[in-house]
Nanobody
Framework: QVQLVESGGGLVQAGGSLRLSCAAS????????LGWVRQAPGKEREFVAA????????AYVDSAQGRFTISRDRAKSTISLQINDLETEDTAVYYC???????????????????WGQGTQVTVSS
């Protein structure tokens, strides 16, 4: 059973940085895409970034370009999301998610993912 456990959320001032981590277990993930999806209060889930576990190719939502960086550590079976220059609009619960269908254009849809973590809260104050 695939399990995803996020960590690293918290309260940060606008302009600051955070690094979210996700520990993945219960699968080999070789043909998976792993990613981050966020949900702000009163809004639908929104794709943020995804990474091809095998080769490290990444995809980002347009609004995340330049401020968000997704990475993976195959040895530790973790993915991370570095967020710089945080904005109040980044306030959301951030979920780690895994798509067993691999990495393709579909990973940019929040509904593409088969497994989800419990989420970690990121709150950005002005």
């Amino acid at each position: 059973q695939v399990q995803l456990v996020e960590s690293g959320g918290g309260l940060v001032q606008a302009g600051g940085s955070l690094r979210l981590s996700c520990a993945a277990s219960g699968g080999t993930f070789e043909n998976y895409a792993l990613g981050w999806v966020r949900q702000a209060p009163g809004k639908e889930r929104e794709f943020v970034a995804a990474i091809n576990w095998k080769n490290g190719n990444a995809a980002y939502v347009d609004s995340a370009q330049g401020r968000f960086t997704i990475s993976r550590d195959r040895a530790k079976s973790t993915i991370s999301l570095q967020i710089n220059d945080l904005e109040t609009e980044d306030t959301a619960v951030y979920y780690c998610a895994a798509d067993q269908d691999g990495f393709g254009p579909w990973v940019e849809g929040a509904d593409a993912y088969d497994y989800w973590g419990q989420g970690t809260q990121v709150t950005v104050s002005s």
